[in-house]
């Protein structure tokens, strides 16, 4: 039985977005009954069903065009599968598997960088929104107080009302990487040999006088994306200790 459900609002893709699942089917249950009625459709090349608490009640079906992706939304929208209406429409994004598909492994690895730079922008924005609003409000000033002279104008403020920092962890992608909690005896060439795995590498700048520290550059974003993901943790030396990695302050 159909229940009548506005159409699909997301512009034209050959992966189709499932809501409104009945939540407690167990999932291999739920890929089954949903491939028994796509593949009526077209042909699937995946199909997922979110189990995370967030994202339960929610599938996708990748097929091989858009046009079996239309047809399956404009015949199933609304139609019940465990006595609940399915509401269908076209996914936001490409699909890992649609991307695979067309563009191979590089397209694919491409693809991920960048959703991975994405997220992590948005992780920047709204660490500094969070940190914006726990600033603590200046102390008014007391009618009594005599003025205070110029001296020190000028100087940048250091006190609770400067601007809010961000955590390293959250600073937004960028083709410099900061490296700390070196071994002391690693250096540039030791760095280098673990760094220029990675597409783009352009150079490791020591710190000279400080120790435990370094700079890693890429010629652009993706090679450091694809460097922070992969050597975050990294245990080096004989201390087992993992190495901090984060993209440089700018």
């Known amino acids: 039985m159909a229940t009548a459900i506005a159409g699909p609002v997301n512009p034209p893709s050959a992966t189709v977005y499932v809501r409104n699942l009945e939540e407690r089917i167990k999932p291999d249950a739920l890929k089954s009954a949903l491939t028994d009625i796509f593949s009526e459709y077209g042909s699937i090349i995946d199909l997922v069903a979110k189990t995370n608490l967030k994202a339960k009640g929610q599938a996708f079906i990748v097929f091989d065009s858009t046009e079996a992706a239309a047809r399956a939304i404009e015949e199933v929208n609304g139609f019940e599968l465990f006595d609940k209406p399915m509401q269908l429409d076209f996914a936001k994004t490409r699909s890992d598997a649609t991307v695979l598909r067309e563009e191979g492994e590089p397209g694919l690895e491409r693809w991920k960088r960048g959703r991975l730079a994405e997220k992590e922008r948005k992780q920047a924005i709204e660490a500094q929104k969070n940190h914006q609003l726990k600033r603590p409000a200046a102390a008014p000033e007391m009618a009594s107080r005599p003025a205070k002279t110029t001296k020190g104008a000028g100087l940048k403020a250091t006190g609770t009302n400067a601007a809010a920092v961000i955590p390293d962890e959250y600073l937004p992608p960028n083709k410099i ?41 890429y010629e652009a974003e993706a090679g450091a994306i694809s460097a922070k993901e992969a050597t975050a943790g990294m245990q080096l030396g004989d201390e087992g200790k993992g190495i901090r990695v984060t993209y440089q302050r700018q």
């Open 177 to 217: 990487l900061f490296l700390r909690d070196l071994p002391e005896d690693y250096d540039a060439d030791g760095l280098s040999t673990i760094f220029s795995r990675f597409e783009g590498f352009r150079e490791v700048r020591m710190v000279p006088g400080r120790k435990g520290i370094a700079f890693v550059e």
